[in-house]
Nanobody, 125 residues
Framework: QVQLVESGGGLVEPGGSLRLSCTYS????????VGWYRQAPGKERERVSC????????YYADSVKDRFTISRDNAKNTVYLHMNNLKPKDTAVYYC??????????????????WGKGTLVTVSS
């Protein structure tokens, strides 16, 4: 009964900030890895960021490095993606996905065992 639910999307102006949340249930607080992905219309789904409870590893795509920060609150079963200096190119549906395999890590590059439904981020003036 794994479930992931994204929230926090919306419309922001270029240069603005937004915090996305991914709240999960149905898997261990210790042995899992959660990734953020995004997909714009007609584009391939892109891996944006990752954080692993299993080994503490993190990942950021070059396109968001130094602008986005991923974090977690284990007590709330939630992973956050804090996005700063947003640009129109960041416009997409943002999804969180989970890798629940034993010994999972951001280094594996795969958090696709389960998906949330997505939350839309639109960056426009």
């Amino acid at each position: 009964q794994v479930q992931l639910v994204e929230s926090g999307g919306g419309l922001v102006e270029p240069g603005g900030s937004l915090r996305l949340s991914c709240t999960y249930s149905g898997f261990s607080l210790d042995d899992h890895t959660v990734g953020w992905y995004r997909q714009a219309p007609g584009k391939e789904r892109e891996r944006v960021s990752c954080i692993s409870r299993s080994d503490g590893s993190t990942y950021y795509a070059d396109s968001v490095k130094d602008r986005f920060t991923i974090s977690r609150d284990n007590a709330k079963n939630t992973v956050y993606l804090h996005m700063n200096n947003l640009k129109p190119k960041d416009t997409a549906v943002y999804y969180c996905g989970a890798d629940v395999s034993y010994g999972s890590s951001c280094h594996r590059g795969y958090e696709k065992d389960y998906w949330g439904k997505g939350t839309l981020v639109t960056v426009s003036s």
